[in-house]
């Protein structure tokens, strides 16, 4: 299904600067948005996180989005969560068929992570596709889920509930750590540029970061991270999956951002006692949240994080 003609399309494209086809991709990804704000089901069970997330609601779209990435929103046993997950997935099944989305036959659902790749054929009929992913073991967030507005005068007008601030940044970063991409190197300098948190905020972005990096990363945590992975992307990865995503007039000076990154997770990475403890103690088999945080109503919302016992268990 096609919502928009070429020539509207082209339209849009010329006065954003963004290339076409990546635009429509972004605008498909909103109005399947507008539709999880609107269910009262998936309105409540679930909140967007990622790149979409940041670009749509806290910065003014300076890059497309190329996919969906959600938590499962509702901390409860694993029994509860996947009988809401039945109906989680034939609303969105459904939904996706009605608008004329193909289902990859090769789409993959593992236990805790639904995955889903959608074909369509865009606006000159060339065949395109995106991913619809959500977590269901995140589910134990850090700090209470908000809902946000979209404010970007040429996408539909968005309501949906995404996760704070600081813990879509601070698994952003843990994100740029473990894997480097190009995109996540993008958001995090675009968090610096235009300052985001004030110095007083950046305490709690250092406990979310290592928090994630707990309960999200295959390695052992370290107490002292060197982001070789990250000073090894060269211009060929920008080239290939950022610039297609960015303004066509906008510079990005990796090399810069690069240097500004590394030296900003440098100072912010400096882990107190009671955080190296709590590296210690996980890397030992023992989750124990009250050396990273203070606040009691953190405490009770992770305790039981799924992930993080069962990183423990499996160690």
Same mark, same amino acid.
């Given at each position: ?152 005068? +040429?996408?539909?007008? #968005?309501? /949906? ?10 698994? %952003? !970063? @843990? ?117 990273? +945080?203070?606040?009691? #109503?953190? /405490? ?10 069962? %990183? !423990? @268990?499996?160690?």
């Amino acid at each position: 299904m096609n919502l928009y003609s070429k020539q509207d399309l082209d339209r849009l494209a010329s006065e954003t600067n963004f290339i076409r086809d990546n635009l429509e991709k972004a605008l498909r990804l909103c109005n399947i948005l507008e539709y999880f704000g609107e269910n009262p089901l998936l309105l409540k069970s679930l909140a967007l996180k990622g790149g979409t997330a940041i670009n749509l609601m806290i910065f003014d779209l300076p890059r497309l989005s190329v996919d969906i990435d959600l938590d499962f929103a509702i901390p409860c046993h694993r029994e509860e969560m996947l009988a809401i997950r039945r109906k989680i997935n034939r609303e969105i099944i459904t939904y996706m068929s009605t608008q004329g989305y193909i289902l990859s036959p090769g789409t993959k659902n593992p236990h805790s992570l639904d995955s889903w790749v959608f074909y369509y054929r865009n606006v000159v009929n060339n065949k395109d596709n995106f991913k619809i992913e959500v977590n269901y073991s995140l589910r134990n967030h850090i700090f209470p889920l908000v809902m946000m507005n979209t404010s970007v005068d +040429f996408l539909p007008q #968005l309501k /949906i509930q995404v996760l704070s601030p600081i813990e879509l940044f601070g698994s %952003k !970063i @843990k994100a740029l750590i473990e894997r480097s991409a190009t995109r996540d190197l993008y958001d995090v300098h675009k968090m610096l540029t235009i300052k985001i948190f004030d110095k007083q905020d950046f305490e709690m972005l250092r406990k979310t970061v290592l928090f994630y990096l707990a309960v999200g990363d295959s390695k052992k945590l370290e107490e002292n991270y060197s982001f070789e992975s990250i000073k090894k992307l060269k211009f060929s990865h920008i080239r290939s999956t950022l610039l297609p995503v960015l303004r066509k007039n906008e510079h990005f000076d990796f090399e810069n951002a690069k240097e500004e990154i590394i030296n900003f997770l440098q100072s912010l990475l400096i882990f107190t006692s009671d955080e190296k403890n709590f590296i210690r103690e996980f890397n030992n088999n023992h989750y124990c949240p009250e050396l990273l +945080f203070d606040d009691p #109503l953190i /405490i009770e919302r992770i305790k039981h994080h799924p992930m993080a016992k069962w %990183k !423990i @268990k499996d160690k």
